[in-house]
């Protein structure tokens, strides 16, 4: 059952509380359809806990939640439940850079070696921000042997990074950077301002448009992160991969496998500078932080972003299959672009996103004005386009819009 909470209009926001307390929040009801999906998929199992909200206009037409937030199910997902998001942590980090680029301090198409001078060793001299941005610099991974815990000193992770040589021509060809892309924009991030990337999106994003997410978790948010439930195995194991292939080599730090997944609850992992993979946020977070992309970038009277800049996202680096994830990609500066074979459910129009591993996503679109975003904690094993539950709330929001 649900209740009317406001006077009647085409915006209607109704009560997502269902009587079985399956969901929470608030939706109009328009997107009737993708709350009841949720609610199927939370009370059959196929979601632990997840969030889901959308931004039209300026207007969040949806923030909607439900399930659990532990694995033992004696938690409820509550309003201000936060989830390690992976790699649609990516999106902030690439929006903290487009936001240099706004203020004149970096230029797309200038050398990673102007701000950051080591890089250029080992024949990086010509590697640019927008080769790293659209993850065709050919340092998408760190040369063998790197645990994770060298990921997380980061003197010792950039200073390698800027040691190494490219795994293929820059420029040549996209080779998703897993984890290396926060490192890289990490370092030219602090580099420019005297900040860590971390500092620079709870300074310079967070707090101006009151977004509830962070790079990294701090010790008092610890009660309300949720536990995570690891993806099934990949289908082709990568000791199947030649030992120097890119892909092979990308993952050797970090490989897909449960235990990656399970150290994002560690302390290490929570506190360690992560870009790439360890933001912790929820749907509605995620949204009011990359809003400013779909909404010609102001936000609440805050400004991030101009119009041109945003331009930017949309010029095509690299588009075909990518060497690391082995499946097509088109990739703009910083953020994803629509593709008929890796996500067959976005349109394509003026559209730029990314998702994360287990499933979440977050998809910015200046042509309709939209933002939306979807987090959970049963991670599934994804595709480009996310995973099957991903999918079908794409198909869902679009057909609403």
């Not at 290396?180 to 448009?209: D, M, N, S, Y």
Request: charged share 20%; glycine share 8%; aromatic share 8%.
């Amino acid at each position: 059952m649900q209740s009317q909470t406001g006077v009647a209009s085409s915006r209607a926001l109704i009560d997502a509380h269902f009587t079985t307390g399956v969901l929470h929040g608030r939706y109009d009801s328009r997107f009737e359809d993708l709350v009841a999906e949720l609610a199927e998929q939370v009370t059959t199992g196929g979601e632990l806990g997840a969030a889901i909200a959308i931004d039209v206009d300026g207007e969040l037409v949806v923030d909607i939640w439900g399930g659990h937030a532990d694995r033992a199910k004696t938690r409820e997902w509550s309003e201000d439940t936060i989830v390690n998001v992976f790699s649609s942590t990516k999106n902030v980090t690439a929006l903290a850079a487009l936001m240099l680029v706004e203020r004149g301090l970096l230029d797309p198409f200038a050398p990673v070696a102007k701000y950051w001078p080591e890089f250029a060793a080992n024949g990086k001299h010509d590697i640019e921000v927008r080769h790293v941005l659209s993850h065709t610099s050919g340092v998408s991974g760190w040369e063998p042997p790197f645990t994770l815990e060298d990921i997380y000193d980061w003197e010792k992770s950039t200073s390698q990074l800027a040691a190494q040589a490219p795994w293929w021509p820059p420029g040549t060809a996209s080779g998703y950077h897993v984890v290396t892309i926060g490192h890289l924009v990490g370092e030219i991030v602090r580099r420019i301002t005297g900040k860590t990337l971390k500092q620079f999106v709870r300074e310079e994003i967070a707090e101006p448009l009151g977004a509830d997410l962070q790079i990294g978790a701090r010790p008092e948010d610890e009660s309300r992160i949720a536990e995570l439930i690891p993806p099934p195995p990949l289908d082709v194991p990568l000791d199947a991969v030649p030992d120097d292939h890119p892909m092979r080599k990308t993952f050797a730090a970090m490989p897909p496998n449960p235990e990656s997944a399970l150290a994002a609850e560690t302390s290490a992992w929570r506190r360690a500078e992560i870009g790439s993979a360890n933001g912790h946020a929820n749907a509605r977070s995620l949204v009011r932080a990359l809003s400013p992309i779909s909404l010609g970038g102001k936000v609440n009277g805050v400004r991030l972003l101009s119009p041109d800049t945003i331009d930017l996202i949309f010029q095509e680096q690299a588009n075909g299959t990518d060497l690391v994830l082995a499946m097509p990609a088109r990739w703009g500066i910083g953020f994803a672009l629509p593709h008929p074979e890796a996500v067959p459910d976005i349109p394509d129009e003026k559209i730029c996103y990314w998702g994360g591993w287990g499933g979440s996503m977050a998809v910015m679109n200046p042509y309709c004005r939209t933002t939306f975003a979807y987090v959970m904690n049963k991670m599934g094993q994804v595709t480009s386009a996310g995973t099957e539950r991903t999918r079908k709330y794409t198909q869902l929001i679009y057909q609403a819009l």
